[in-house]
């Protein structure tokens, strides 16, 4: 029904700049929030940020004044625009969207396959 489809990983040297994408897909009446989870190997997944319509966008502490997260609600696509990387943030991220199916049903988590960050010291 919906698929969420993230591109934009890889490898960045620490201090590089990466931007990742998110483009939603398929049968949406419309979409509240849109977002970036991380996981990075044996931990598990955390929030990084997320924008809802109309309202403020949240940052993970670890990540704030380094990333920005841009909406295109037009296009349903989410971005995340990653400065300063560190090793540590490097993780599988994972594209997160709130979607409205219809008009008379709730909305539902969907989750893109991931993307890799990988932050060489």
């Not at 940020?49 to 309202?55: L, V, W, Y």
Request: charged fraction near 15%; glycine fraction near 10%.
């Amino acid at each position: 029904q919906v698929q969420l489809v993230e591109s934009g990983g890889g490898l960045v040297q620490a201090g590089g700049s990466l931007r990742l994408s998110c483009a939603a897909s398929g049968s949406i009446f419309a979409i509240n929030t849109m977002g970036w989870y991380r996981q990075a190997p044996w931990k598990q997944r955390d929030l990084v940020a997320h924008m809802p319509s109309g309202g403020r966008t949240n940052y993970a502490d670890s990540v704030k004044g380094r990333f920005t997260i841009t909406r295109d609600s037009g296009k349903n696509t989410v971005y995340l625009q990653m400065n300063s990387l560190k090793p540590e943030d490097t993780a599988v991220y994972y594209c997160n969207a709130r979607v409205v199916l219809t008009s008379r049903t709730p909305p539902e988590d969907y989750w893109g396959k991931g993307t890799l960050v990988t932050v060489s010291s």
